[in-house]
């Protein structure tokens, strides 16, 4: 009997890519909010989401270090579990409700990339990096102070993709700039059946299960982000016109599963 | 209007981890044919395909340097394109049918791991190194003669998974004895939804449809093979209780489209 | 002209591997002590260095997690700054002094290697990682609390050649278990001329001049250390026989420059 | 007694970097000739070389897939020693002599870094890919033939330093225009004692002895190269004003060590 919840499904169930939810995370973020084109957000969205009336445009630019586990311990691998995460948010609406929508997101990880693409998110590898502070005091530590600046960078088959700096000012209690609304994806699987290649056997609109989101020693400073023009790339479509306020945050939370909102298949 | 075949759908279309197929390929490979415990082997059957009366336990270890394109010149985009792969082929029955059945199989690249998803073919990702020929004669050449001798290697997440080794005793007329069959795959999409994790979306027996397999350059020769144990992985439970022949080639092939054998899901 | 402190000079100084010290680090280090074989300790030690007659064949296997920066903020780019460190310290006596030897050591990075050779540490390319801790709680946070569980390993060229595992006791006032010594290296730089292949150009027995090392946030509790056999590697012939305690702690220095102690070469 | 011809010196003398010459190398080569700015060209040149007057901001970029191997058969492991390269010739006058100059140099394994430091080419660590020309026919082949398309490129810590592409015309008998002359390199390792940080210990001007260079299978084409401007780095300042001839070419050759032409040092 083969066991596991992704492929490849084993007789042990010890080598499947994901093993079944609930997935546990504990991250560091970068958040860096912006405006792009309106029209250039409006064009990534998928059918079922318009553009947010009141703030069409406006996106946050993630950059997160990870730590996964799920039932077993997985956090004391992290050669395989760890991950680092660029992600994009743009303000959308589905029906009446304001959501975000990501367009683009790229992990370091398969067993990242597998989960994303089971829960909708449209994961690709890329290499990503931001400035870490460390415990031990010096000029390599960059400290949760006043004043301290964070790098952050994304490069996909090396490329450089986003090039995204903060500069801390001042603790925040308001989480809601960086992580306000919930999460709308679209889970999709392609055909592969001779004239079906544009008829997906899977077409969804989904809204990920989170539980027990926390988010912690909120700061928020100025923020500075650039997307380079990339060859077989479209993240720069959406590069900034105007910046608006950066944050650096701790988070958890654990995904617990997702509810099917639409089924987009005709 | 959102363009692509794969995630991420994008407003060009360029964005997709996955054009639409046809998708070409040609490679150089290294098989290595070996029998495994016949128990261990049929261990990783799927349902709808029974282990080969006549050759269960036997298994062929394939590490492939492959370049790719699609319709769009990605051969011209090596960073991105280019990829390695491991995997092994088991003998099974499909009804009558002498099939492949593939359990396991790795590359190193997101591109090649979701085109494999989209097949049906499990893939994960790893590091992946053979041995290379080339055309400057010396010491380093490794030429296609009598008496030279291929390493290759499989790592996952740093842990060794295999160790292979070829000497080339002779060209050889048949190929029958690396790449004799059709492969049979499982299509394999979970569901997120709660209480639905064990009923996938997605879980077809597939065959693919290749349009002008090419094997050139078959030579034969002394076959050695390590799978090594490793933490979280199960490959080393085919491990080899004997070895057969190996096989140094080149090969091409596009790749069409899949016929769906069969529904697995109740 | 040229500019630099290391290859490549360059017209404008920036394309250099390693800028002019002083070079500051700030870092997460996981510390297992542990007793290997003295006489396979010994066996490593240069000339002018002997056996610690009271420890012979204790070592410590640490994994550090480092931001690196120098005089230009590079800790704002860490892409090409950040790095992950494996090594090993080794009980030694210089004339009547208790030192530390470095026999191996592994990081991720091309920086962090070249720096490590102008000090006389023999750094190769590996892959290192360690479980982290978060500030946000949760099953994936590994807080700095007893009974918390850190994994760490490292892996070279696909091949694991170590595996940590940490579980916090208690928080610890004395850190000279971990780090009481002063490290010796070793600079060394071949001579290619012929005739010349034993006879180094450089070879010096070399002292580290730090400034402002810090430690702080150490813990103790329970070491485990496999070194496993790898194929062109020596680092197993150091295998634990008993191990001693584990510390996590954080640290920060500056690395000023370096005191020849003794010129090896004949 | 240690053993070893670089650092890690160890017991058994597997575990070092590099070992002793002779080196051996077999690659596929892709040249991109190419004019540069003649100031910029002999900014990067060192003491003792000189413009060449006759073609000063002559300059060739050379991506090359090798393969090495030394005395002990380490092309059987590929994982360790394959690796691939960029670097830049540039036409340049040793006393009365044309020779060529490296000015940069990045390859993608740490014992190829390691060898180039010791022979003076000042490599760095980059990621280097080609289009490969594979034996079995079909779109994804690249078969060396009139009108078939190389790209290649080079990304350092994930930021794209050059785009190559070639378009093979004609079978071609002359290497000169690719490899027409000796190089020259400067072996450099500074000095990290107090007060000696601009005085390296070892800074040398040297021409590598090589054995049995053999050039076959020489194309020659269509030549376009980009190298785009990058943080950090300096290789862009060599950016192409002309484009010249493109080459494609297989070679090998033997490291057998050096001769030391002058030494820099004050």
Known sequence: ??????????????ANLVGAPPWHYSGDAIALEFWTEPGAAAATLPPGLTPDPHSNGRAIALFVDWQYTGANNELLEPARYQSREFYVLLDAYWENTPVYWTPYVYVDNDSSMARGW????PKRLGSIFQTRT????????????????FGASLSVHGQRLANGR?????????????????????RYFPSLSGGQHSCPIVDEL?????????????WSGD??????KAIGEEL????????????????SCSIIGLTVLQDLKK
């Open 206 to 218: 989904v809204m990920p299960v989170n539980d027990d989101l926390t988010v912690i020693d909120l």
């Open 1 to 14: 009997m083969l066991q596991g919840f992704s492929l490849p499904l084993s007789p042990l169930g010890k």
């Open 166 to 186: 903060l500069t801390l000012q001042q603790e925040q209690a308001d989480v809601s700039g960086a992580l306000g609304r919930s999460a709308i994806n679209r």
């Open 223 to 228: 923020a500075e982000l650039e997307l380079p």
């Open 236 to 251: 720069h479509e959406l590069a900034p016109k105007k910046m608006g306020t950066g944050y650096r945050f701790s988070m």
């Open 118 to 121: 089971i829960q909708g998110y």
């Open 134 to 149: 460390f415990a031990a005091p010096g000029p390599a530590a960059a400290p949760i102070a006043p004043g301290t600046k």
